[in-house]
């Protein structure tokens, strides 16, 4: 058996997926301009169940995105580094203080920058000391 799509059903697959993206563009564009998902459905004549899968997958690619280019920028922002400590790493040895003091500050930046130091804890509390809670809620698509 040939396992070969027919020319006709990748064209209607392929403009299928044109459709998608096309819509999810006006999806992205709605959400970054403050649109509610009730309101994109209604005006896309979609449901709201359909943006609220548009918005994941939107999600999910700006994330990659954002991965990609984070992931570029770590070796430049470390280069930068390393030519900030050249630059005053013979006043530091000197024993200038405000070197020193400016070298700590490009050390706890490479550190941040490449995870070095070890997580923060962060109790969330109330602003009398006492713990705080949080409810969770689980809410409907139809009303957000």
Known sequence: MDKRK????????????LEIEER??????????GASYRHIAKTLGVSPATIAKDFK???KGWQEESRDIIGDWV???VHRLDVM???IWDDVRGGDLKAMDRMLRVMER????LGLDAPTPI???????SALIINI????????
């Open 75 to 77: 070796p430049v922002e």
């Open 110 to 113: 490479r550190a941040r920058l």
């Open 57 to 59: 997958a939107i999600i």
């Open 137 to 144: 809620v689980k809410m409907d698509i139809d009303e957000i």
């Open 85 to 87: 400590v050249n630059a």
């Open 123 to 129: 109790a969330l509390q109330n602003p009398d000391g």
């Open 6 to 17: 027919n020319p006709i059903s990748l064209k209607v697959e392929n403009r299928k997926k």
């Open 24 to 33: 999810r563009a006006i999806v992205a564009a709605n959400i970054l301009a």
